[in-house]
C-alpha cells in the first residue's frame, strides 16, 4: 500500500487548519474540518497568493502563501510521526483508511462486534474510481462513511459470465457463512463470476430452498 495518500490527507488537514481555523474559531472549525466546501475551493485559494486567509491573525507577522504551505507540510510530517512513528514504511494507506459494514444491532454492548464487518484495510480514497469517502478531522483515521454498494464488470461479449461483488456478502442472517465472506474481497478489489447460466447455477449450488403455499 503506497504512504503518498497518507501524507497528501495530513497535509490537506493541517492546510486546511493553518489557513481557516484562525478566522473561524476553534468550535466553528471543529464543524467545519468535517464539510467538503473548502476542499472543492482549494484550489482557487491555491491560485491566489494575495488571499487574505493566507495571514493568521493570531500573530504580528504576515503569513504568506509559501509560509503556511511550509508549516503545514511540517505538520503533518510531525503528526504522522507521532502516530505513527517515524519510519516511512509504517505509513500505509489502508492502514489508516479503514471500512466498517455497520449493523443497526452493532451499537450493543459486548455483542454488538459480532454484527458490524470490519474494520477492514480498503485502497480507493475520496478522488478515485474506487470511491471510499471519508472525513479529513483531527483524528488522523480515514474511516471510510461511503462508497459503492455494488460493483460489476459486464462482458457485453459474454454477459452471462460477468463479475460483481458485494461489500459484504449475500445473507443478512450472521450465522450464515455467505454473510461476510465477500467482503475482503471487495477491500482487496477483486470480484467474482456472477453465475447467469440455470445449469452452473446447479452445478455450483451449496441448497436450495423450497417456497410451498400452506
Same mark, same amino acid.
Given at each position: ?12 488537514? =493541517? ?12 468550535? !466553528? ?47 503533518? *510530517? ?18 489508516? =483508511? ?76 450472521? *450465522? ?19 453465475? *447467469?447460466?440455470?445449469?452452473?447455477? !446447479? ?12
Amino acid at each position: 500500500s503506497d504512504i503518498e495518500p497518507t501524507i497528501f490527507y495530513r497535509f490537506i488537514y =493541517h492546510f486546511t487548519k493553518n489557513t481557516i481555523s484562525d478566522e473561524l474559531g476553534p468550535e !466553528v472549525f471543529k464543524a467545519f474540518e468535517l464539510n467538503n466546501s473548502f476542499k472543492r475551493n482549494m484550489n482557487e485559494l491555491l491560485k491566489n497568493d494575495q488571499s487574505p486567509w493566507w495571514d493568521s491573525i493570531t500573530t504580528k507577522s504576515k503569513e504568506t502563501r509559501s509560509e503556511i504551505l511550509t508549516k503545514s507540510m511540517n505538520d503533518a *510530517m510531525t503528526d504522522l510521526e507521532n502516530t505513527l512513528g517515524k519510519n516511512w514504511d509504517d505509513w500505509a494507506w489502508t492502514k489508516v =483508511h479503514t471500512l466498517t459494514h455497520k449493523h443497526p444491532l452493532g451499537i450493543l454492548p459486548l455483542v454488538g462486534k459480532y454484527f458490524n464487518v470490519g474494520p477492514l484495510p480498503i485502497v480507493g480514497g475520496r478522488e478515485t474510481i474506487n470511491n471510499q469517502d471519508f472525513a479529513i478531522d483531527s483524528s488522523g483515521k480515514n474511516n471510510v462513511a461511503y462508497g459503492p454498494a455494488l460493483r460489476r464488470i459486464i462482458d457485453f461479449a459474454d454477459p452471462t459470465h460477468s463479475q460483481s461483488v458485494l461489500p459484504t456478502g449475500q445473507s443478512g442472517n450472521v *450465522m450464515s457463512p455467505h454473510y461476510k465472506d465477500q467482503a475482503q474481497m471487495f477491500a482487496e478489489g477483486g470480484s467474482r463470476v456472477e453465475l *447467469m447460466n440455470k445449469t452452473e447455477i !446447479v452445478k455450483n449450488q451449496t441448497g436450495k430452498m423450497v417456497l410451498s403455499p400452506l
